[in-house]
């Protein structure tokens, strides 16, 4: 099989705004159910995790309608910026990089406010 260490989970997070990434090297599902079914699967939480923010449920709304509907106009224009980032992210770590420096430019991609593209 494939070594932990060369596992990453890429989830959405609806504990993050939308578009901000976090990235963590193990540790709990906090409540995702994606993690916990990963986590049973590979029987560990010893893995890596890149959690990519959604937003909150909106008041009196359903999770799973919110995770696996559409995205607002506003979102969707700045869609392209968020997948890009978490591939800046993903690069750095595949390439075998220090855990510091994949942290590192999470935090320094995060500090950037996201902002659509002009065409």
């Known amino acids: 099989g494939i070594p932990l260490s060369d596992t990453i989970a890429v989830v959405d997070d609806v504990n993050l705004p939308f578009g901000q990434i976090r990235i963590r090297g193990k540790g709990s599902a906090g409540g995702h159910n994606g993690l916990k079914d990963i986590g049973a699967e590979l029987g560990s939480d010893e893995y890596a995790r890149l959690r990519i923010g959604v937003g909150p449920v909106p008041e009196g709304g359903d999770l799973i309608d919110h995770v696996l509907g559409e995205f607002s106009e506003e979102e969707t224009a700045l869609l392209?910026?968020?997948?890009?980032?978490?591939?800046?992210?993903?690069?750095?770590?595949?390439?075998?990089?220090?855990?510091?420096?994949?942290?590192?430019?999470?935090?320094?991609?995060?500090?950037?406010?996201l902002a659509a593209v002009e065409k």
Request: proline share 3%; hydrophobic share 45%; no cysteine.
């Open 80 to 113: 392209g910026e968020v997948v890009s980032r978490a591939a800046d992210i993903l690069d750095v770590w595949s390439a075998g990089e220090k855990w510091e420096s994949v942290v590192q430019l999470s935090a320094k991609i995060n500090s950037k406010p």
